[in-house]
């Protein structure tokens, strides 16, 4: 139960029923992260575009990558209703639940391309101990590793939004969907 007041998709009105429909539209689904928003429609809209921005717009990370860095932030961050909805479109991708269940155990643990592991290492260390965070451990791995700046500071902005949406998700209750958070729109 949500430690807040969620209006739902049927009693929604004028711009929170605008922004409902949008979803339904656009996602495919009206998930519980966007509904705990409910109480100020426009908070909705401004996290779903630097959402979109983020996780689909043009960038150098494939859309996997994006994916897998929200599992590991999630995973650190012990957020189940985000490790659950990005392993979900992990697993759109990898078509391995094994390996996706994995990645939440233990990225070390997974056998991943040196990138992806380096991206891994840079999620995690970037959650659980941003400060730790320096550039010859962390960044100069990824360059050598041929990751783009670019690249780099995409992998910054999807650690950086899981962790806020994490804290969202924690701070007010958020509880994961009957339906496991699959079925939205991934690609």
């Not at 009105?13 to 509904?35: F, I, M, P, Q, S």
């Not at 007010?172 to 690609?187: M, P």
Request: net charge negative; charged share 25%; proline share 3%.
């Amino acid at each position: 139960m949500p430690y807040i007041e969620v209006i739902e998709h049927a009693q929604a009105e004028g711009k929170l029923k605008e922004v409902y429909d949008h979803l339904l539209e656009t996602r495919g689904k009206l998930a519980e992260v966007h509904k705990i928003q409910s109480l100020n429609p426009e908070s909705i809209m401004n996290h779903m575009d630097l959402y979109m921005t983020i996780m689909f717009g043009q960038s150098p990370l494939k859309r996997y990558q994006r994916e897998m860095i929200a599992v590991v932030v999630s995973a650190v961050n012990d957020c189940e209703y985000c490790q659950t909805h990005h392993g979900a479109a992990l697993n759109h991708f990898w078509k391995d639940e094994t390996k996706v269940q994995a990645l939440w155990n233990d990225y070390e643990k997974v056998e991943l391309k040196e990138v992806d592991l380096l991206l891994c290492r840079y999620a995690a260390g970037l959650t659980s101990a941003p400060s730790m965070v320096n550039e010859a451990e962390f960044i100069t791995p990824l360059k050598e590793a041929g990751i783009s700046e670019r690249a780099i500071l995409d992998a910054a902005l999807v650690i950086a939004y899981f962790n806020f949406v994490n804290r969202l998700v924690l701070g007010l209750g958020v509880q994961l969907e009957e339906d496991k958070g699959e079925g939205y729109k991934y690609d």
